[in-house]
């Protein structure tokens, strides 16, 4: 009895901390997602199409991340060094994100174009075609098992040694990458004249071409904006995971487009905060009802929002056109 | 006159013909085992099981076009409701034929409880809550290791048992009475099955409901207005596509003498079989079959066949996986996938409906309320 109660009191100090010690895992996870989510929620947004390939895209980047990383050690990159981890994880973020732009493209040019007039299935069987071949060309990349994605990163706690709170640097550079980059996606849609063009076109596509916007160049800049996006966060991703395999763009594909569901779909905004929940929610799941059930509790929290309120969360309700 | 409808139709007897007659030839079948150590004949068992999961999963996406992506969980939920039902550490044990009935009923009710609040989904929406649904039964059947025996799976299913009656005769015509010795008894119970089922869905196809089906595949709301309940016969058709799956599902478990583990009821599971009927032509029985024998056939025959070809022949000493067949099997599934939506998306043996409505274009930015 007494053990009971002391043990509730020293609970209730260790639970908040626990409480923020997996917020703030969650949220860390859930930008990672969120950065993923975008590029489904945009390309939906625009074609209305469940791009399954995107996951695997995502999966391209980080064995291409893996293979430069192995690449530049090899010429003597001194990955220790801080001032040359510094400027090696930059360059990962310049050329992964421009690959995955170029296949992400490359993919709607070839597949997805063709498509556009079809009925809905055909651009979406497409892409689970897609998704396949990626998945096809991850296995002969980088093999069937897990691979192990070099630790570079520091695990040194920011808030001290030994401190209630763990906020390692990995966890600082997921945040200092992810949150910069969303802003810079939010304002360019918001206030560039391509932004406002990729709005138009999501609103009514035949009355964007009328305006004289170039429907298929800006459905083109979608894709590698989702596509850079991913290689950002296949990057990112390797760094702070530390393990890849070539079904990692399918688990992850899920779980991202889980968030755009979440958001509602189409919506950017919309896309960080599922990203956001579902973090928070696989970070608590794992916490509060067991590590095995997370993924579990994650595809339940998307059936019961999408019961409920099928929009999603920021989304609005469309009436179907006719 | 002979019109092709005609000539597809005595093509039918044909190959009906064949897979009956083919067990019946011991010399094929053992021919071909001691060349490429498969059996073909027990893996033609399994393509019927996949052809009735297959056939399921046409009512809900081809007839009614609903699209569904986590058809492997109702077979997964099929293959362990037999196997909770039959195997020696349950103490039910009742037998093949009941539990293939509780299979195919247990999995429909499913269908109808996760179908119910669902099927009011706009088609990309409802595509996702299967597939959610999918993984969560998966992620389930994998936890609840108290009654599922985790990654293990249930074993061991018993085989049915053959009345007592039906054994001179079998030996008669040359087959063992005995599950464990003889493949041809699972392969003429799952032959019979699947021509039950078939025989089935051509009736339903023509009747009143399977015409209210195609109605809702091909404009909801037009179909609304002539008094269709849209969303009884949409539930009627999911519960018909997860019962078959069911029914699949514990002829799998039976089959296999395990329900395999939850791995085997995976979301490419359901994606291979969604291949399988676009692959042959929604909507369509015959195109569904064949795009079972097709896409099934190549995974299980075909690419283990020619790797065990590639071995013999020794080409490859160091086994680098680019030289074997398998590790190419994605890719292959990947780009036929492509390839039909681009140049023949109607599929190889379409329905006429199908057909008619794929070729008429959609406006950009216009979705059609038609097919998903």
């Known amino acids: 009895m007494v053990t009971c109660l002391l043990w509730a009191d020293m609970d209730s100090a260790g639970f908040a901390q626990a409480f923020l010690q997996y917020a703030l895992i969650g949220l860390t996870n859930g930008a990672l997602f969120a950065l993923v989510a975008l590029g489904y929620t945009m390309v939906y947004g625009i074609i209305e199409l469940i791009n399954f390939a995107h996951g695997d895209v995502f999966m391209l980047g980080s064995f291409l991340a893996l293979t430069l990383i192995g690449a530049l050690a090899g010429l003597g990159w001194n990955w220790d060094d801080p001032a040359m981890l510094c400027a090696g994880i930059g360059m990962l973020l310049v050329v992964v994100p421009i690959f995955c732009a170029a296949v992400n493209v490359s993919i709607d040019r070839i597949v997805y174009k063709p498509l556009r007039t079809a009925p809905k299935l055909a651009p979406l069987v497409s892409a689970i075609g897609v998704s396949f071949l990626l998945m096809n060309v991850g296995l002969l990349w980088g093999g069937a098992a897990d691979r192990h994605f070099p630790d570079l990163v520091s695990r040194q706690n920011l808030l001290g040694e030994g401190a209630a709170i763990g906020f390692t640097v990995k966890d600082l550079m997921v945040v200092g990458i992810t949150v910069p980059i969303m802003i810079a996606l939010t304002l360019f849609v918001r206030l560039t004249r391509l932004g406002k063009a990729m709005r138009a076109t999501a609103q009514n596509p035949v009355a964007a071409q009328l305006m004289g916007i170039n429907v298929d160049r800006v459905i083109a800049l979608t894709f590698a904006i989702g596509g850079a996006l991913a290689g950002a966060a296949a990057v990112i991703y390797g760094l702070y995971i530390n393990t890849v395999s070539y079904q990692m763009g399918f688990q992850n594909g899920l779980y991202a487009f889980t968030a755009a569901v979440l958001g509602g779909i189409g919506n950017i905004p919309g896309a960080v905060l599922g990203g956001l929940v579902i973090g928070l929610a696989r970070a608590f799941g794992s916490a509060y009802v067991g590590e095995r059930w997370t993924s579990a509790l994650v595809f339940v929290i998307l059936i019961a929002i999408l019961v409920f309120r099928p929009a999603g969360l920021l989304g609005t309700r469309t009436r179907e056109k006719v | ?372």
């Open chain 2, 1 to 372: 006159m002979s019109t092709p409808r005609d000539r597809s139709f005595s093509m039918e007897w044909f190959y009906l013909a064949l897979v009956l007659i083919y067990p019946l030839l011991v010399y094929p079948e053992n021919a071909l085992f001691r060349w490429t150590e498969i059996s073909l004949g027990m893996q033609l068992t399994y393509i019927f099981i996949y052809a009735i999961l297959a056939l399921g999963l046409n009512v809900v996406v081809g007839f009614t076009g609903l699209l569904h992506l986590g058809i492997a969980a109702f077979f997964g939920i099929g293959a362990y409701i037999t196997g909770i039902l039959n195997v020696p550490a349950y103490p039910f044990q009742i037998g093949f034929f009941w539990s293939m009935v509780c299979s195919t009923l247990g999995a429909a009710l499913l269908g109808v409880l996760l179908g119910a609040p669902t099927l009011r989904l706009r088609g990309d929406y409802l595509a996702i809550v299967t597939l959610g649904f999918g993984e969560v039964t998966r992620f389930t059947l994998r936890n609840l290791e108290e009654i599922t025996a985790g990654t293990r799976g249930l074993n061991p299913v018993p085989p049915p048992v053959l009345p007592a009656a039906l054994a001179p005769p079998l030996e008669a015509i040359g087959i063992l009475p005995d599950w464990s010795l003889d493949y041809r008894l699972f392969y003429y119970l799952t032959l019979g099955i699947l021509l039950a089922v078939i025989l089935l869905l051509r009736n339903l196809e023509r009747s009143r409901l399977g015409r209210a089906w195609v109605a809702i595949r091909e404009d909801e709301l037009a179909a609304t207005c002539m008094g269709i309940n849209a969303a009884r016969v949409k539930l009627s058709a999911f519960a018909l596509g997860c019962g078959l799956a069911g029914l699949a599902g514990s002829l799998y478990a039976t089959t296999l003498t395990s329900t395999a583990g939850p791995d085997a009821f995976d979301f490419n599971r359901s994606i291979i079989m969604l291949c399988c009927i676009i692959l042959g032509g929604l909507g369509s029985i015959r195109g569904t079959l064949l795009g079972v024998v097709l896409l099934i056939g190549f995974d299980n025959i075909l690419a283990p066949m020619l790797d065990g070809m590639l071995q013999n022949a020794n080409i490859n000493p160091n086994g680098s996986p680019l030289l074997t067949f398998s590790s190419w099997k994605l890719a292959i599934f990947g780009l036929a996938l492509i390839l039909m939506m681009r140049f023949r998306p109607e599929g190889l043996l379409p329905s006429r409906h199908v057909e008619a409505e794929l070729l008429t274009k959609r406006p950009l930015g216009h979705p059609r309320a038609g097919t998903t």
